[in-house]
């Protein structure tokens, strides 16, 4: 791969799908200047145990900054970086908990993502890759969602509102830029160090512990799991795409939560105690993603089974389980 130089910026480099990023470019040879403010949506140990094992690494610098505040990108000036590359993977993320903390939501996904818009245009970085996500598309039912074709004029929720509003604030600051504009929107993401607020590490969680699992709804939603590994290999092609853009990443193939609990329970051998709750507030009976784009243009496509995925993930769980069965599993 073709690389200006081997500095870059991660935000939210403590989160799920930026701690293994930067894991993954740090292997790779590149200096990685990480950025998170360590907020609590959710539990701060699983944040803190991510951080923990990037600071191991003598490339690996960090800085606990909010986004949201203007002095921290004028603090990231300071820094002096020389970064090429900026990947913004800091977000509050959540549809549910979304429409309980608006002005959070607003905050870290709109406020400090103009933020870091405007610092990649001060600075002259060659390319913001801004994490975005699949929630902006709605209910997809059997249709593809296409990227600048089906996106929701109106989104179904307060996060998808401020993640779409971040896309539009960072294209449009950064129009007629040097600054490329290059957003990846992820589908699902699950893996180990994944978020304790989502469904598949929740299961793991409540199966292992012989507790009630509980589902929003009968369970038959579909989703679009996709595997972490995958996700950062996009990542790691996005970076050297020569002009602004936008790219799904997610797999191929839907799965119901109700067949998730189930090969969670082949891979525990443990069975499930499952208990049915009133279905979520706007929660989508499948998001399915076309996929034609970043095939054709990057050569990328899934490769991780969703059986495959899950064994992964269990056996993490299982290898950290004295942390990780005391995390506190959000469930609103």
């Known amino acids: 791969m073709i690389v200006v130089n081997n500095k870059v910026i991660i ?5 799920f799908i930026g701690f293994h990023l930067a894991k993954k470019l740090i292997n790779m040879g590149f200096d990685v200047i990480g950025v998170d403010s360590l907020n609590d949506a959710y539990d701060v140990r699983l944040k803190n145990l991510r951080l923990s094992q990037l600071n191991n690494n003598k490339n690996y610098e960090f800085h606990e900054l909010d986004l949201s505040d ?34 959070g939501y607003v905050l870290d996904n709109t406020v400090a993502t103009t933020n870091v818009a405007n610092f990649c245009k001060v600075t002259g970085v060659s390319s913001l890759i801004l994490a975005s996500t699949s929630s902006i598309y709605g209910d997809s039912g059997e ?31 950064l129009d007629e830029s040097d600054t490329k504009v290059l957003i ?66 997610g797999s191929n193939n839907t799965v119901s ?50 059986d495959q995925g899950v064994q992964k993930t269990v056996e993490w769980y299982l290898e950290n389980i004295e942390l990780l069965k005391s995390l506190n599993y959000i469930n609103k």
């Open 70 to 103: 203007p002095n921290s990108t004028l603090q990231l000036q300071t820094l002096n970086t020389q970064a090429q590359t900026f990947y913004h993977m800091a977000a509050r993320a959540g549809v549910r908990q979304s429409f309980l903390e608006p002005y």
């Open 143 to 173: 249709n593809l969602m296409q990227e600048n074709k089906d996106e929701r004029i109106q989104p179904p929720s307060v996060y998808a509102s401020t993640k779409l509003s971040g896309e539009i604030l960072a294209k449009t600051i």
């Open 11 to 15: 935000s939210g480099s403590a989160g």
């Open 257 to 306: 939560l109700n067949r998730v609990i189930e090969i969670i329970e082949e891979s525990t051998d443990i069975k499930s105690i499952v208990v049915n709750k009133e279905r979520a507030i706007k929660d989508p009976d499948v998001v399915k993603p076309d996929l034609s784009h970043i095939k054709k243009t990057l050569d990328w496509e899934p490769t991780t089974l969703i």
């Open 184 to 249: 990846p929107r992820f589908f699902t993401v699950y893996g180990p160090y994944g978020r304790p607020d989502m469904s598949i590490l929740r299961f793991i969680h409540w199966i292992i512990n012989k507790e009630e699992v509980q589902v929003f709804g009968n369970g038959e939603q579909r989703r679009s799991f996709t595997y972490v590994d995958d996700v950062i290999s996009a990542l790691v092609k996005v970076m050297n795409h020569n002009s602004s853009d936008t790219f799904n990443i």
